[in-house]
Each structure stands twice: as structure tokens, then as C-alpha cells.
């Protein structure tokens, strides 16, 4: 048990200097290196601490040089950036000027119900609202609103209240959610009806539909 207390002490000792270097980016900034950086040192502490034999000097050998492997990419990261891109990424953009990209949604391994999620915990809760989509290399989404959407102080403008209405997905990459449809009071032919005044005959030409109450329907094809 001593020799377990031993191995823990210089385990935090060694953790706690390399978080002091750059411990703030793999907390708050991580990509998908610090990520996988993180993991492994804690592997390392983990299985050595109970491998008995695994000496206290290996771990610390074995801590400090990945730690010093981690301090040199956070370096070259700064200075250059090609090295920037390599190790961090670049940011996707999944909608550009109010449009779903799809090709770039297949890129980052996404699909539309995701996509849709994703906006909803960034307090968007339709796409219709959205001029501008960035998925992260930390995987947090930046989202740039519409004008018309854009936050406002309703008492600025001496306006009523009105009353609040989630959007409802009706097709989603060409499948009709049959549902959702007869929750909002609609049937498929008032559907067929909405599509055909936006010179649309079949679900599958149309990658996302919703219905917002107020605002109506807003589509964009395939």
C-alpha cells in the first residue's frame, strides 16, 4: 500500500505540472489531440499505479515525455499554422447563407436528426433561423442567426407578447414523419399541397421540411 501511495504522489505531482503547461487547452480547447492525449496519460497513471512491476521512476519517465511531446505540439500549434491545422482541424461549415450542406454533414459523419439536436442545445430550434452554421474542432457548434431572427428585447419595441411554438419536422431527408404531421392537425395531402406550391412532387427531392406555427412551412430540397 505504501509503495501504491508512493506511485499516486508522483503520479498528481507529474500530472499537476504538465495541466500547469497545457493542462487550460485540453480542459476548455480540446481537439482531437489534446482528447486523445488526455486518455493516455491517464492510461499510463492508471496501469501503473497497480502494476507492481512498473517502478516509480518509468511512470514519471513515461508521464513527463508524453507530456513533453504534448508541450512541443502546443508550441509548433502557436507558432505555425500548418501545424494548427494538422493537429486542431478546421471548422465545417454545415449551413452557408441559410442552406444545408449535405456533402459537408456526410463529411463530419452527421446526419440532419443530429444536425437538428445539436441547434436545439444552442437554443436554435429550427434551421430555418440560421444564416450561418460552424461545427467546431472542439465539436461545439457557432451559429450566426438570420436578421429577423436575431435576439431582441421585446419591451425595446412596445410590442404584445405573442405566444411561443416549437418547429415540427415534417420530412427528413425524404421520409414523411406521419406523426408528427397528424399531431400539427395536417394530413399527406395538405402536405402534397405545400410541396406543390414550391414546385415539389415527390418526398424524396426534399431534404428537410419543417411547419412553424405564424410562419408556415419552410423546405429545402435534396
Not at 114 to 119: A, G, I, N, R, Y
Not at 139 to 160: A, C, M, R, V
Not at 195 to 204: G, P, Q, R, V
Request: with cysteine; proline share 3%; hydrophobic share 45%.
Amino acid at each position: 500500500m505504501l509503495y501504491i501511495t508512493f506511485k499516486l504522489l508522483a503520479g498528481f505531482i507529474i500530472l499537476f505540472i504538465i495541466i500547469s503547461f497545457v493542462g487550460r487547452k485540453i480542459i476548455n480547447q480540446i481537439t482531437p489531440f489534446t482528447f486523445i492525449g488526455s486518455i493516455v496519460i491517464g492510461e499510463f497513471l492508471g496501469t501503473a499505479v497497480y502494476e507492481e512491476h512498473v517502478r516509480i521512476l518509468e511512470i514519471i519517465y513515461t508521464i513527463s515525455f508524453w507530456g513533453l511531446l504534448l508541450f512541443i505540439v502546443e508550441y509548433l500549434d502557436r507558432k505555425f499554422l500548418p501545424f494548427r491545422r494538422l493537429f486542431q482541424g478546421e471548422p465545417s461549415a454545415l449551413i452557408k447563407n441559410g442552406i444545408i450542406d449535405r456533402e459537408e454533414l456526410k463529411k463530419c459523419r452527421m446526419n440532419i436528426n443530429q444536425l437538428q439536436s445539436l441547434l436545439r442545445q444552442n437554443g436554435t430550434f429550427s434551421a430555418r433561423e440560421v444564416a450561418y452554421c460552424f461545427l467546431e474542432s472542439n465539436g461545439s457548434l457557432s451559429i450566426l442567426k438570420k436578421p429577423k431572427y436575431q435576439q431582441t428585447i421585446i419591451e425595446d419595441f412596445n410590442l404584445p407578447e405573442k405566444p411561443v411554438y416549437v418547429p415540427v419536422t415534417l420530412i427528413s431527408d425524404g421520409k414523411v414523419l406521419k406523426n408528427e404531421l397528424k399531431n400539427i392537425g395536417f394530413d399527406e395531402t395538405w402536405l402534397k399541397k405545400q410541396l406543390a406550391m414550391h414546385n415539389i412532387s415527390k418526398y424524396t427531392d426534399v431534404f428537410l421540411a419543417e411547419w412553424l406555427e405564424g410562419e408556415g412551412i419552410f423546405i429545402q430540397k435534396c
